[in-house]
């Protein structure tokens, strides 16, 4: 079984794998693949006396938003972990999701002129 923190990621933050009940002594191959199915890393560990191992993996820029895989094997075992890779807002602070409010006001605004314009040019044609 592994286990990979934290759930949620961004570009330059730290994922970390821990991994128990294993064949203590034996090397067990981590493999991160991204939402795009892209192999960002794949790294060898062996594990302890424990039957325990730890690999860690930076994300890497320009890395694909969505599901980020994770999967470890070693000698006839096998275990698998998502982490949930999302973007940042420019001042690093929450995931930028949906569209620009300032955008949908300015077609707004524009709508409602583009109304007025036409009531206007009627109303002057009905009175001539």
């Excluded at 594990?47 to 993996?57: K, P």
């Excluded at 930028?96 to 524009?110: C, P």
């Amino acid at each position: 079984m592994i286990e990979a923190s934290p759930a949620e990621v961004t570009e330059g933050d730290e994922i970390v794998v821990d991994g128990h009940d294993f064949t203590p002594g034996s090397t067990v191959t981590v493999v991160y693949a991204d939402a795009e199915g892209t192999v960002l890393a794949e790294n060898e560990v062996t594990v302890g006396d424990a039957g325990t191992f730890r690999d860690t993996l930076v994300v890497p820029e320009g890395v694909a938003l969505g599901e980020l895989l994770i999967t470890a094997t070693g000698e006839g075992e096998a275990a698998s972990d998502t982490v949930l890779v999302v973007a940042v807002g420019g001042d690093g602070g929450l995931p930028v999701t949906g569209a620009s409010t300032l955008a949908l006001g300015a077609v707004a605004a524009l709508a409602l002129l583009g109304g007025v314009c036409v009531l206007r040019s009627r109303r002057f044609a009905d009175s001539m």
